[in-house]
């Protein structure tokens, strides 16, 4: 059965970055997308962007285009998510979820990790 | 940008049918999927591809998908299906994942 543990949950800075990361077991790691999903507080899902850990191809949401880097190790089978320049918008809670062979293909997302909550407060 | 649009919420009595829309445009040559999310837990893949239930979901979940609306019907509702349901599909013109704004299902 596929498991993602997430990273546990932070408080940064505005102006700062945080990044987050998600460990995968109990499948194979390399050819399915990781992908990255946002959830502000009483508000939906929202897609940051993924990547294809086999051949490092990432896609990125433009609304993140320049602040957002998604990586991964598939020695630990971890992928990991960097946000930058973080505002307090920026506070939400973080998934990262298993998607298809691609990170252009209209797969399901199938297995979701437990959640990273990211807090930017001055 | 693609827009998926959800109703907010959905009330249902239990033991009835709950049908929660999803509207966007030509939808229905999309893959259709969705989601069930309850309080402080991660989404849950319902169904994929339009119809085909995920590994452990009952078969009182189905799904539709046609012209411009899809549909998740829950047949003899139970309690436990209280949640928040999210639409998502891939679009390919703005190369983007996108998800509809959730409804909320009441069980009554």
């Known amino acids: 059965q596929v498991q993602q543990v997430q990273s546990g949950a932070e408080v940064k800075r505005p102006g700062s970055s945080v990044k987050v990361s998600c460990k995968a077991s109990?499948?194979?790691?390399?050819?399915?997308?990781i992908n990255w999903v946002r959830q502000a507080p009483g508000q939906g899902l929202e897609w940051v962007g993924g990547?294809?850990?086999?051949?490092?191809?990432?896609l990125y949401a433009q609304k993140f285009q320049g602040r957002v880097t998604i990586t991964a190790d598939e020695s630990t089978t971890t992928a990991s998510m960097e946000l930058s320049s973080l505002k307090s918008d920026d506070t939400a809670v973080y998934y990262c979820?298993?998607?298809?062979?691609?990170?252009?293909?209209?797969?399901?997302?199938?297995?979701w990790g437990q959640g990273t909550m990211v807090i930017v407060s001055s | 940008s693609y827009v998926l649009t959800q109703p907010p919420s959905v009330s249902v009595a239990p033991g009835q049918t709950a049908r929660i829309t999803c509207g966007g445009d030509?939808?229905?040559?999309?893959?259709l999927h969705w989601y069930q999310q309850k309080p402080g837990q991660a989404p849950v893949l319902v169904v994929y591809d339009d119809s085909d239930r995920a590994s452990g979901i009952p078969e009182r979940f189905s799904g539709s998908n046609s012209g411009n609306t899809a549909t998740l019907t829950i047949s003899r509702v139970e309690a436990g299906d209280e949640a928040d349901y999210y639409c998502?599909?891939?679009?390919?013109?703005?190369?983007?994942?996108?998800f509809g704004g959730g409804t909320k299902v009441t069980v009554l």
């Open positions: 030509s939808i229905g040559t999309k893959s």
């Open positions: 979820a298993r998607g298809g062979y691609s990170v252009h293909d209209d797969d399901a997302f199938d297995a």
């Open positions: 990547i294809l850990p086999i051949f490092g191809s990432t």
């Open positions: 109990g499948g194979s790691f390399g050819n399915k997308a």
């Open positions: 998502h599909v891939w679009d390919s013109s703005s190369i983007h994942h996108v």
